[in-house]
Nanobody, 116 residues
Framework: QVQLVESGGGLVQAGGSLRLSCAASRSISGITVMAWYRQHPGKQRDFVASETRRGATQYADSVKGRFTIARDNAKNTVDLQMSGLRPEDTAVYYC??????????WGQGTQVTVSP
């Protein structure tokens, strides 16, 4: 079992920056993929960014060049640095952990609101 707790969400003006953090309850060194997803109101949860255990990263096209994922296996955290924020980035952001076996783990989410 891994419990994930997100923090760092809030209200920011367009063009601003926020850093989200996800803290895991135990070591993530064995977690295959750590990722961030987001969910807009009334929509499905969408992939934002991920980092594998070996450091390979992927980003959704909509956030490439603006968001950076940073996994720290020593601290059991995965951060999402967001810059150049746009109103369409407004969503609930969720931390996700994909173990080598079994089901994914999810955090409770943190709200990010970007005002025009």
């Amino acid at each position: 079992q891994v419990q994930l707790v997100e923090s760092g969400g809030g209200l920011v003006q367009a063009g601003g920056s926020l850093r989200l953090s996800c803290a895991a309850s135990r070591s993530i060194s064995g977690i295959t993929v750590m990722a961030w997803y987001r969910q807009h109101p009334g929509k499905q949860r969408d992939f934002v960014a991920s980092e594998t255990r070996r450091g390979a990263t992927q980003y959704a096209d909509s956030v490439k060049g603006r968001f950076t994922i940073a996994r720290d296996n020593a601290k059991n955290t995965v951060d999402l640095q967001m810059s150049g924020l746009r109103p369409e980035d407004t969503a609930v952001y969720y931390c996700n952990a994909v173990p080598p076996h079994g089901s994914d783990y999810w955090g409770q989410g943190t709200q990010v609101t970007v005002s025009p």
